[in-house]
């Protein structure tokens, strides 16, 4: 599937869900393409298996649960490079890592971040959930609740890493850490705020919409496994990057 619009090309890999240190191997793998100017920007879409994750600024006393607690569930505890502070991924949580060139476009980290809780809150107009901006922290939230985490990290004007918007997600998870790092708020998602399940497919393709709306993108829609290495963990140069999909 094509859709135009009157900036560049935005390839979108819709990868189901995924154990987060294969993604995160993967980000850095299309960072490198990205670049050397190999693959056009690119946005992946997934949702975890159940993780917890470290910002590069962030405190390991944010963590509440002991190490033997974690073992015991077999979820992982991962200190990796993006801003922020400490959250959590899984099941019923959408993420989107945006793999995207600003060099190219508007080499702006504020607006990036801005465009991105402005796609989130775009998101949540379709569904009557009131989004907005806290005047002092990142993401997008819903009064005193944060409902998307948004943390990221650049190289040479690459991004990597992203947003993680509760869906249908396990908010008891959310109990073992200081979300964020900040005390004193709450974390929701959205079918908590509308009392009724959400079907993450069709938030999803909203996502995808309202990214390439706000950020002036032509689509395409492509497959997992057109990615390089991304089966067998090795990039295959003989593999083609791209298939088509839709």
């Not at 992203?162 to 708020?185: H, M, Q, S, Y």
């Amino acid at each position: 599937m094509i859709l135009h619009s009157e900036r560049g090309l935005l390839h979108v890999v819709r990868l189901g869900t995924t154990p987060f240190r294969r993604c995160w191997d993967l980000q850095r793998r299309l960072l490198d393409l990205r670049s050397d100017g190999a693959i056009p920007d690119t946005l992946l879409l997934t949702e975890h298996e159940p993780v917890y994750t470290l910002g590069r600024t962030g405190d390991p006393n944010h963590m509440l649960a002991p190490p033997d607690r974690l073992r015991a569930q077999q979820i992982e505890f991962l200190p990796i490079e993006r801003g922020g502070d400490i959250t959590y991924h899984g099941p019923g949580q959408l993420v989107g890592y945006p793999i995207l060139n600003l060099l190219e476009s508007h080499p702006d980290l504020h607006w990036y971040v801005r465009a991105l809780e402005e796609t989130i809150m775009r998101l949540l107009d379709h569904y009557g959930i009131r989004g907005s901006r806290h005047e002092k922290y990142t993401g997008v939230w819903v009064g005193e609740n944060k409902i998307c985490a948004i943390g990221i990290h650049t190289r040479g004007w690459v991004t990597m890493h992203g947003f993680a918007l509760n869906v249908d997600t396990d908010l008891a998870a959310f109990d073992e850490i200081v979300p964020c790092g900040i005390r004193g708020k709450g974390v929701t998602s959205m079918s908590r705020e509308l009392g009724r399940p959400v079907d993450q497919s069709h938030v999803e393709a909203l996502c995808i919409e309202e990214f390439c709306s706000v950020l002036h993108y032509s689509l395409r829609l492509v497959l997992p496994e057109s990615l390089p290495g991304y089966v067998s963990g090795n990039p295959d140069p003989a593999s083609p990057l791209v298939k088509e999909s839709g």
